[in-house]
Structures are given as structure tokens and as C-alpha cells.
């Protein structure tokens, strides 16, 4: 069998690769040894699958596994992840709790009162009886100069008084105001 | 053949494989990491040499193993899994390249050469480039370049043929192609390989080595 330079170059791929019909192969081989031409691209070819093949050829950009591992480990464990996240809020969210009741027990007590900016009285006679406004914010004492309705006052316990949010008038009740209640009292007059 | 690529193929170690797919399968699924390791480099090269850029390589080849993962389930044990995975990190990669629209141009110039006969240029001062070459970084960079500027279907064969050693049919099962246009696509590939990196006669780094006529940079 005789075999042209063409018909090599289109079998060159099947002889490197060993699938060439061994009378095929022969007849190649033939050829090469007389051919300067199909011997250099023979060669040529066969040192473009040996370099290529080299796996100093497959690298990798540096870091690409460890990116890869974290992005694996993102999108397999996203359950543990939101889990995490919970916990995390949860914790947040109780340390801000915390703090507040934290601040909240550390100043003068305030919940309940019908103004943000009075002071709730001390030691007031649970049973002293007292004037307060249904709409007003502190209750009197009886003949308090701050009574100007007298018509819309009522009288009830100072107990009761405290227990619906009215604190003491800072003129006719100071007595019964903190100290530093008492003495923004003397600078700020209070309305009822 | 490179070892860690032969060892692949003895049956100690397709067992093994076996036995991590149906532990992952079974919940143990940080094992996956184990499977995945010895392919990282098959994969990141198969979308590179499709997109032809390191950023959109990496990302398509973490969305491939990411996709691998997901669908382990779906892996039927006839083919390797290797060829199952480096099949994905194709898809991956050429669904990656359509939505850039890379494709309009390159693949009608490719496959209009591959109806016709290839003839290879005559060099009368070839001599063989010897591996110890690669150990330079520029040589590999060089054939990198070379692999680049082949045309699409040229280059994906010849990369998972001769770069990562698959064989012909599983080739043509990755790229969904038939047993004789991988055979042809591949011929095509080492030929004109060969003439780009034959220093002198107009080849890819002629042009950008400042090298003397008939010199080579080995």
C-alpha cells in the first residue's frame, strides 16, 4: 500500500492516537521515512500533544480552590447559614433588650406616669385624699393655688392617684417630690 | 498520560469514587469536596478554554461544580464522573457565553474551514520544543495564546482530548457532537497548532517575541 502526503496529514491524528489499521500504519510510516515534509509535521504534531498534555499546562488562577470551597460551602450548608443568622439577630436583639431595661432600671422609674417629665412622688400617705384633673397629670393638694377649675376636680386617694399615673403637684406636694424633682420645681412652674 | 490522570481509570479508585457519590447521596455532603479535588484544574480549563477569560472561567467553573452537586442524584454511574462533570462545566460555560453573545462571529468562520483539507506549513527547521520548556512561565503563556486563537470547536476538543485525556467517544458525549467531527475537529486542532507555534513562518509568536528569523524561544 502506498499512501500520498495527504492522505498522512489526514491520518496523523489516528496514528498518535493508535487508531490507524496497522496496513494503514505501515504504509505511513513508509511515506514519513521518505518525506522530509510529513516527517517534520509528524513531529511537529506529536510535540503539540506531548506539551499540551503537560500538566503544568492546567493551571489555576491562585486561590481558585479555596474561592471554590467557600462558595461550595455558601450554597451547601444555606440552612446552617440562616440559622446562624437567627441566632446572631436573637442575640442582638436581647442585648438591646437588655440594655434598655438596663437604663431604664437605672433612672427613676417612669412607666405609667401620664407625663414624661414629672417626677412620682415619695412617701405620699396612700390615704391622704387629693384633687387631680380627669385630664390632667398631678394631683393637689386641697386648696392648691394651680386648682383653677375647681368645678372638673375630683377627690379620690392618693394611692389611686398614683396607681392611674397622676404624680404630685410640685408647689402644694413638694414635699413629697424627689430632690431633683424638688428643684426643678423651683425654677419650672407645672400646669395641671 | 499524566499519574493523578491514570490512577483515575484503575478500579480501586473508581470504587472509591462509587462509595463518596452515595455517602454525598446520603446526606454526607461535605465529601463533595473530596470528589470535586482532583478535578478542580479539568474544569476551571474546560470554561477557560470556551470563554477565554479567567474571571468568567472561574465563576462558570464554581457554578458548574455547584450545579454538580445539586443534581448529584442525577449522575448515572456508566460514564465517569469526570466526564459527567467536565460535560456540565461545558454547558455551564458556552450557556455563559451565549447570554455575551460571543458566539455571532467565531463559530461560522470555524466551521467553514472544517469542510475543507487542512494542508500544514513546510518547516525545514522544526525541532521539538522539549517539556523542560514549560517550567517557563512565558512558553506556557505562549501556548495558551496559541490555544486561544483557534477557533471555538477547535479549541474545546482539542482541550478535552489532549488536555484533560478524555477519550474520543467521551469527547463527543460532552460536547454533544458525533464520534467523527471530534476525530476531524481534533486533527484540525494539532495541526494548526503546530504551524502557530513554529517560530519564523508567521506564527502567533512571531509577532509578539522579539525574536530573530528561524530562532525559537526554547
Known sequence: MVVNCETVWREISNYLDGEIDPILRAAVEEHVRGCKHCTAVLEGTRNVVQLYGDDRMLEVPLGFGHRLHQRLEDNMHPTRRGFFGWMVAAAAAVLVAGSFEVARSASPRRSGLRTAHAQPGRHVPPDMMVLVYLDGKTFHAAGCPYILDKANVKTIAAKEAEQEGYVPCVRCMKKYLSESAALGSALLPTRS | ?218
Not at chain 2, 462509595?19 to 480549563?45: M, T, W
Not at chain 2, 489532549?162 to 476525530?183: N, R
Open chain 2, 1 to 218: 498520560m499524566p499519574e493523578a490522570l491514570r490512577s483515575q481509570d484503575e478500579p480501586g479508585q473508581e470504587r472509591d469514587e462509587a462509595a463518596l457519590i452515595r455517602r454525598i447521596r446520603d446526606g454526607e455532603h461535605n465529601l463533595f469536596y473530596d470528589l470535586i479535588r482532583p478535578y478542580e484544574r479539568r474544569v476551571y480549563s474546560a470554561t477557560l478554554a470556551i470563554l477565554r477569560n479567567q474571571a468568567d472561567a472561574e465563576d462558570s467553573a464554581q457554578e458548574a461544580m455547584l450545579k454538580a452537586f445539586r443534581h448529584i442524584r442525577q449522575f448515572r454511574a456508566e460514564a465517569r464522573f469526570s466526564t459527567w462533570l467536565i460535560q456540565i462545566a461545558v454547558n455551564e460555560a458556552r450557556m455563559r457565553r451565549r447570554k455575551e453573545h460571543a458566539e455571532l462571529i467565531e463559530p461560522i468562520a470555524a466551521r467553514r474551514d472544517e469542510e475543507g483539507n487542512y494542508t500544514p506549513r513546510d518547516f525545514a527547521d522544526w525541532r521539538e520544543i522539549p517539556s523542560e520548556a514549560l517550567e517557563r512561565k512565558e512558553i506556557r503563556e505562549k501556548l495558551a495564546e496559541a490555544l486561544a486563537s483557534l477557533g471555538e470547536i477547535y479549541r474545546e476538543v482539542f482541550m478535552l482530548r489532549d488536555m484533560q485525556h478524555l477519550s474520543i467517544e467521551e469527547t463527543a458525549l460532552a460536547l454533544g457532537i458525533s464520534v467523527a467531527s471530534v476525530k476531524t475537529r481534533l486533527l484540525r486542532a494539532r495541526l494548526m497548532l503546530r504551524d502557530l507555534l513554529a517560530p519564523g513562518l508567521g506564527g502567533a509568536w512571531n509577532s509578539t517575541m522579539p525574536l530573530g528569523k528561524g530562532t525559537k524561544p526554547w
